[in-house]
T-cell receptor, first 117, second 111 residues
Framework: DTGVSQNPRHKITKRGQNVTFRCDPISEHNRLYWYRQTLGQGPEFLTYFQNEAQLEKSRLLSDRFSAERPKGSFSTLEIQRTEQGDSAMYLCASSPPWGTGGSGEQYFGPGTRLTVT | SQQGEEDPQALSIQEGENATMNCSYKTSINNLQWYRQNSGRGLVHLIL?????REKHSGRLRVTLDTSKKSSSLLITASRAADTASYFCATPSYNTDKLIFGTGTRLQVFP
C-alpha cells in the first residue's frame, strides 16, 4: 500500500497562468475526492469521482476549474487563469468501494500547495 | 461551508496530560470521523464512530457521540509531543460520500 500520491507538492505560478495537479489514489480505491484547504480552515469539498464518473461538484468549483479521471485511476485538477484567491492547499483523497471493509473513511494524499503571485 | 465547529480552537498542554476537543455539527449523520493533520501535511484518519454508537476507543483515543445534542468529543489520554497537530471532525454529507469538515482544533503538546 503506497498511499495516495500527489504531484507536484508545491507550485508557484503567476496570476493568469494555468496549472494542473495530479492525484494517484490507492490502487483498489474506486472513489476519489478533491478538497481545498486554506490556512486555518478545514478542507472544503470540491469534487468527487466514482470510477471515471464525476458524480458531484461543489459550487466552489468555478468554470475555471476542471477535474478528470479518464480511466478511473489517476485524476487531474486543472485551474485556468489562476487568481490570487486560488492560493491554497489542494488535497486529494480516495476510499474503497462500499462493502470491501471500509466504512466511509477517506485516505488523503500530502497535498499540492499552490501559490499564485 | 463548514458543517462542524470544533472547540477549543487551540489547546496547549504538557506531555502526559489529557486533551479533550469537542465538535458540534448541524445535520443528521450516519457517522462522524476524526482526522489529524500535522503541520503542512495531509490528513490522517483516526477513528470513525457510527450514529448508533455512543463511545469508541482506539489506543489512547476515546470518542463519544451524542446525536441528540449533535456533538462529539475526542479525548487523547497521556498526550505526547508527537500528538501536536490539528484535529478535525468530519461528517459525510447526506446521501453523498463527500466529507464536511469542521474548523479544527490546534493542539500543542509541550515536552
Amino acid at each position: 500500500d503506497t498511499g495516495v500520491s500527489q504531484n507536484p507538492r508545491h507550485k508557484i505560478t503567476k496570476r493568469g497562468q494555468n496549472v494542473t495537479f495530479r492525484c494517484d489514489p490507492i490502487s483498489e480505491h474506486n472513489r476519489l475526492y478533491w478538497y481545498r484547504q486554506t490556512l486555518g480552515q478545514g478542507p472544503e469539498f470540491l469534487t468527487y469521482f466514482q470510477n471515471e464518473a464525476q458524480l458531484e461538484k461543489s459550487r466552489l468549483l468555478s468554470d475555471r476549474f476542471s477535474a478528470e479521471r479518464p480511466k478511473g485511476s489517476f485524476s487531474t485538477l486543472e485551474i485556468q487563469r489562476t487568481e490570487q484567491g486560488d492560493s491554497a492547499m489542494y488535497l486529494c483523497a480516495s476510499s474503497p468501494p462500499w462493502g470491501t471493509g471500509g466504512s466511509g473513511e477517506q485516505y488523503f494524499g500530502p497535498g499540492t500547495r499552490l501559490t499564485v503571485t | 461551508s463548514q458543517q462542524g465547529e470544533e472547540d477549543p480552537q487551540a489547546l496547549s498542554i504538557q506531555e502526559g496530560e489529557n486533551a479533550t476537543m469537542n465538535c458540534s455539527y448541524k445535520t443528521s449523520i450516519n457517522n462522524l470521523q476524526w482526522y489529524r493533520q500535522n503541520s503542512g501535511r495531509g490528513l490522517v484518519h483516526l477513528i470513525l464512530i457510527r450514529s448508533n454508537e455512543r463511545e469508541k476507543h482506539s489506543g489512547r483515543l476515546r470518542v463519544t457521540l451524542d446525536t441528540s445534542k449533535k456533538s462529539s468529543s475526542l479525548l487523547i489520554t497521556a498526550s505526547r509531543a508527537a500528538d501536536t497537530a490539528s484535529y478535525f471532525c468530519a461528517t459525510p454529507s447526506y446521501n453523498t460520500d463527500k466529507l464536511i469538515f469542521g474548523t479544527g482544533t490546534r493542539l500543542q503538546v509541550f515536552p
